[in-house]
């Protein structure tokens, strides 16, 4: 597979296969149907959900539990964790990156989680395009935030994270969304942390 920036071989290579050990517990999965279960509670009529860089599927795995007949289909650009989600029967896996994935379809529910900020800002535009043209109905995006574009070190590597307004920049694109709810969900939570991610939902 070839890629048009560093940061997709960076995610596509040894850093991502390190970041599946990290991130595959107990605890985050009962945190993300927590995070979850509060988002879906604003949403009605949603069978069919697209989450893009899903990694070993956490979060689709949380989503089961909350909505057991929806259909799922997972975006994953690291062959390691295309393999371990295979193994999970209920989830539709697509091996590719982000920045080239042209979908024939189009879902009820379409997010990303701790994505967009991993993501080029030069190439930002075409994935608010993509997420943009394959829901039906919702975007969810819940990322770092930040009011104006910042970039961050991130375990030592440099030019990985980026910070911005991520909801604002796609509200501001397409004038049909509209803003339903937004949260946070803080690091220090008593019984389900999350990594301070700002979440935001979106309508069509």
Known sequence: MSYLTDQEKFWAGQFGNDYIKRNMSPEL?????????????????????LELGCNVGMNLRAMKTILPNAE???????ETAVNVLKEVPYIDVIHGSILEYQPDRKWDF???KGVLIHINPDHLDSVYELMYNSTNKYIVVAEYYNRTPVAIP?????????KRDFAGELL????D??????????????NFKQDDVSWFLLEK
Do not use: Q
Not at 29 to 49: M, Q, Y
Not at 72 to 78: K, R, S
Not at 172 to 175: E, V, W
């Open 110 to 112: 379409v997010f990303t």
């Open 154 to 162: 991130y375990r030592g590597e440099v030019d990985r994270l980026f």
């Open 172 to 175: 501001d694109k397409y004038p």
């Open 72 to 78: 799922f289909t997972a975006l994953e650009i690291n």
């Open 177 to 190: 969304l509209k803003l339903v709810d937004y949260g946070f969900s803080y690091h220090r939570d008593n």
């Open 29 to 49: 999965l009962a945190s993300n149907v927590n995070f979850f279960t509060g988002i879906f509670n604003r949403t009605e009529n949603v069978n069919s959900i």
